[in-house]
């Protein structure tokens, strides 16, 4: 188990991460963008790192959303939702039906997630380039729509992610947990 804390543009994330075959997290994240919030989640994969769920809840002045997104170990994407107040933007959740292909989830603003294709294929480790359907979920709104990506190993601990027009070149450290992440996050400490 790994206590991690990224500081971030806009904020800041702690999670408590255990990595097996399979990772398991829970984090707290605050932020400012679109308006200022408050994000719990709670993270779990099937063995080689495929999405299993994801919990989310976030919460600011007068509205609270919460996430329930499952990934069945026959690749079926399901979700349940709350919403409550007023928050400008999409409602959470959003059609499961697109995502069957996908194996993962990204969970925006969390460089934690970026981790988890870059593990199952050692990416971080080993040459290659891989395209990628992701459940990516909008915070702090908890739309869930499909993203394509693309991971390409640079060297060692280096990986390019890319999606639709944006591009960074992600740090890994020695556990394959995105160290850096340029405009988005760093992580701090051991």
């Known amino acids: 188990m790994r206590g991690l804390v990224?500081?971030?543009d806009e904020g800041a994330e702690y999670a408590e991460v255990n990595l097996a075959s399979e990772l398991t997290a829970v984090g707290v994240a605050i932020g400012t963008d679109p308006v200022p919030y408050r994000l719990e989640y709670t993270?779990?994969?099937?063995p080689g790192y495929v999405t299993e769920l994801l919990c989310v809840r976030a919460h600011g002045a007068g509205w609270h959303r919460a996430l329930d997104l499952r990934r069945s170990a026959h690749g079926t994407w399901s979700c349940e939702t709350k919403a409550e107040g007023?928050?400008?933007g999409p409602p959470p959740g959003g059609d499961m039906n697109v995502l069957n292909d996908a194996l993962d989830c990204d969970l925006g603003l969390s460089p934690l997630t970026n981790s988890m294709p870059v593990l199952r294929h050692g990416l971080?480790?080993?040459e290659g380039r891989m395209d990628f359907v992701m459940a990516w979920v909008r915070v702090p709104h908890l739309q869930v729509t499909r993203e394509a990506q693309r991971y390409t190993h640079?060297?060692?601990g280096s990986v390019r992610f890319e999606s639709e027009g944006f591009s960074a070149d992600l740090a890994f450290?020695?556990?394959g947990i995105v160290a850096d992440y340029p405009g988005l996050a760093k992580l701090i400490g051991p």
Do not use: I, M, Q, V
């Open 6 to 8: 990224w500081t971030k």
């Open 43 to 46: 993270l779990r994969t099937f």
């Open 86 to 88: 007023d928050l400008e």
């Open 124 to 126: 971080n480790n080993c």
């Open 154 to 156: 640079l060297g060692p």
């Open 173 to 175: 450290d020695h556990d």
